[in-house]
T-cell receptor, first 115, second 113 residues
Framework: GENVEQHPSTLSVQEGDSAVIKCTYSDSASNYFPWYKQELGKGPQLIID?????GEKKDQRIAVTLNKTAKHFSLHITETQPEDSAVYFC??????????????FGKGTLLTVNP | KAGVTQTPRYLIKTRGQQVTLSCSPI?????VSWYQQTPGQGLQFLFE???????NKGNFPGRFSGRQFSNSRSEMNVSTLELGDSALYLC????????????FGSGTRLTVV
């Protein structure tokens, strides 16, 4: 089955700096890669996603890049703010096709933005 | 627009008991998935339902079961609870057949003592 590795497990940055979180996946059939942000006491919140026919996607301060050949994708947060502090999860799935209707998650990255 | 609603938010049960958790998806969403979140194993897929049919099941013992009703609401049941079942159980819904854009609820925190 699919396996998703996520690095680093913890990341501390100064406010205004950029943060990068990287994930690799094992199943070349995966074609959908969402990123979730989870704050304490809440469920994961979808912040951005990318499909395999796209190499990069941006939404304001957040961007995701995908390298299908190398089977890795990354989350980039620019101009970080204290409210960006949370646990971030990457995931992979077969969004279309096949019968693998599930998300396989990385272990998460605890991002701390220091004021 | 109401989000995914999970009830109850917190539960404390004794080993050997059974428990039923409930999930109401976003209106119009027909796909509902359940995940277990623990500090050690992270987020793990339990099962997924679409139009009352279980389409996929994760690697959990048969003590874990679920169902979906005609209004897309879903329940999951865990029988003969074990201490290791203590976890945050998350429900997610998606509007389409394809599993894009899952929205998660806040979860049910189950503690087994």
């Amino acid at each position: 089955g699919e396996n998703v590795e996520q690095h680093p497990s913890t990341l501390s940055v100064q406010e205004g700096d950029s943060a990068v979180i990287k994930c690799t996946y094992s199943d070349s059939a995966s074609n959908y890669f969402p990123w979730y942000k989870q704050e304490l006491g809440k469920g994961p919140q979808l912040i951005i996603d990318i499909r395999s026919n796209v190499g990069e996607k941006k939404d304001q301060r957040i961007a995701v890049t995908l390298n299908k050949t190398a089977k890795h994708f990354s989350l980039h947060i620019t101009e970080t703010q204290p409210e960006d502090s949370a646990v971030y999860f990457c995931a992979a799935s077969m969004g279309s096709g096949g019968s693998n209707y599930k998300l396989t998650f990385g272990k998460g990255t605890l991002l701390t933005v220091n004021p | 627009k109401a989000g995914v609603t999970q009830t109850p938010r917190y539960l404390i049960k004794t080993r050997g008991q059974q428990v039923t958790l409930s999930c109401s998806p976003i209106s119009g969403h027909r796909s509902v998935s359940w995940y277990q979140q623990t500090p050690g194993q992270g987020l793990q897929f339990l099962f997924e339902y679409f139009s009352e049919t279980q389409r996929n099941k994760g690697n959990f013992p048969g003590r874990f079961s679920g169902r979906q009703f005609s209004n897309s609401r879903s329940e999951m049941n865990v029988s003969t609870l074990e201490l290791g079942d203590s976890a945050l159980y998350l429900c997610a819904s998606s509007p389409a057949v394809m599993n894009y854009g899952y929205t998660f609820g806040s979860g049910t925190r189950l503690t087994v003592v």
